[in-house]
């Protein structure tokens, strides 16, 4: 499929490629055949509250390395 927006030459995504799609961007998508496609939405949390989270996480690994406790299971990332 075909991927294009103003002022970027269009993109042709094929299986197993990905792309992003910042907030309030658009795009115009030409679909030739049926494809299957897997979508994500997501909030964008605020630069520094993002920072607090990915920070938090980070001394939430190093927690649980120093006390002997392993990997936490994976949460989903923000």
Do not use: C
């Not at 990905?18 to 998508?29: K, L, M, P, V």
């Not at 997501?42 to 607090?52: E, K, V």
């Not at 989270?53 to 980070?58: D, K, T």
Request: charged content about 20%; proline content about 8%; glycine content about 8%.
């Amino acid at each position: 499929m075909e991927v294009s927006t103003e002022g970027i030459a269009p993109v042709w995504l094929r299986a197993g490629d990905s792309a992003i799609f910042r907030t309030g961007t658009w795009a115009t998508w030409y679909v030739p055949t049926y494809v299957r496609k897997h979508a994500v939405v997501r909030t964008n949390l605020p630069g520094p509250l993002r920072l607090q989270v990915i920070w938090g996480r980070r001394a939430k690994h190093l927690l649980r390395r120093l006390l002997g406790r392993g990997a936490a299971p994976e949460t989903p990332r923000l």
